[in-house]
């Protein structure tokens, strides 16, 4: 069974910075893309950032790019997504995606699928 989980969510303030993880069990991290999505009330769920694990490889939404950092740890099995400079309109539901065809920001590529960590960003 593959598992994914995500920790690191929480509140802060505009201007703050935050860390995701997600650690990945039951499947073949190396060969795996590892997705940042995310989600708010009323809105669909977009990519935000994504590593091809194999290679290293990385993408993200211009939204975030010069803000947010995705990297990975091999020896752990996880995945990071350093978030900085918070916006309120970073405020969603971040989900942890791996695929194993192809690499992008398409939500529809991935396969699996974490139950997701809360980011609440004020002002």
């Known amino acids: 069974q593959v598992q994914l989980v995500e920790s690191g969510g929480g509140s802060v303030q505009a201007g703050g910075s935050l860390r995701l993880s997600c650690a990945a069990y039951?499947?073949?991290?190396?060969?795996?893309?590892m997705g940042w999505f995310r989600q708010a009330p009323g809105k669909e769920r977009e990519g935000v950032a994504a590593?091809?694990?194999?290679?290293?490889?990385?993408y993200y939404a211009d939204s975030v790019k010069g803000r947010f950092t995705i990297s990975q740890d091999n020896a752990k099995n996880t995945v990071y997504l350093q978030m900085n400079s918070l916006k309120p309109e970073d405020t969603a539901m971040y989900y942890c995606?791996?695929?194993?065809?192809?690499?992008?920001?398409?939500?529809?590529?991935?396969?699996?699928w974490g139950q997701g960590t809360q980011v609440a960003v004020s002002s």
């Open positions: 590593i091809y694990t194999g290679g290293g490889s990385t």
């Open positions: 995606a791996a695929d194993e065809v192809g690499c992008g920001l398409g939500p529809a590529l991935y396969n699996y």
């Open positions: 039951g499947y073949t991290y190396s060969s795996n893309c």
